[in-house]
C-alpha cells in the first residue's frame, strides 16, 4: 500500500526559511508523479508544486516561485520542499501527494483529483 509521510514544519520568522520532507513507500514510483498542496484556515485546499517521480519538468504556482523549490532523493524515496523567503500568507498546512503520471496529469496536474495518496500534512506558520 503505498504511503507518503511528511515532515518538517513549523514556526518561522517572514524571510526565514524552512524544508519539508515527504517519504513515500508501499509502490514503485517511477511512473508516479508527486506533489505538495497547502491548505489554510478557511480556504480550499491549493497547488503549490508537482515534479514527476522520474525527473522532468517541475511546476510551481505563481505565488511560490522564485521562493520554493522542489526536489527528490531517489535512492531514499524522498521528496523535499525548500522554501525560502518565507511570508505570513506562506502560512498553511502542507500536503504531500502522489499519483500516476498518465495521461492527463500534465492537464490535470493542479487539481487535488489528480493525486491518489496523501500524507497527514504538518503546520507551517510565518510570523510576521
Known amino acids: 500500500q503505498v504511503q507518503v509521510v511528511e515532515s518538517g514544519g513549523g514556526l518561522v520568522q517572514a524571510g526565514g526559511s524552512l524544508r519539508l520532507s515527504c517519504a513515500a513507500s508501499?509502490?514503485?514510483?517511477?511512473?508516479?508523479?508527486m506533489g505538495w498542496f497547502r491548505q489554510a484556515p478557511g480556504k480550499e485546499r491549493e497547488f503549490v508544486t508537482t515534479?514527476?517521480?522520474?525527473?522532468?519538468?517541475?511546476y510551481y504556482a505563481d505565488s511560490v516561485k522564485g521562493r520554493f523549490t522542489v526536489s527528490r532523493d531517489n535512492a531514499k524515496n524522498t521528496m523535499y520542499l525548500q522554501m525560502n523567503n518565507l511570508k505570513p500568507e506562506d502560512t498553511a498546512v502542507y500536503y504531500c501527494?502522489?499519483?500516476?503520471?498518465?495521461?492527463?496529469?500534465?492537464?490535470?496536474?493542479?487539481?487535488?483529483?489528480?493525486?491518489?495518496?496523501w500524507g497527514q500534512g504538518p503546520q507551517v506558520t510565518v510570523s510576521s
Open positions: 501527494a502522489a499519483g500516476d503520471r498518465n495521461t492527463e496529469y500534465f492537464s490535470n496536474y493542479p487539481r487535488t483529483s489528480a493525486y491518489s495518496y
Open positions: 508501499g509502490g514503485s514510483f517511477s511512473s508516479f508523479a
Open positions: 515534479m514527476p517521480w522520474s525527473g522532468g519538468i517541475t
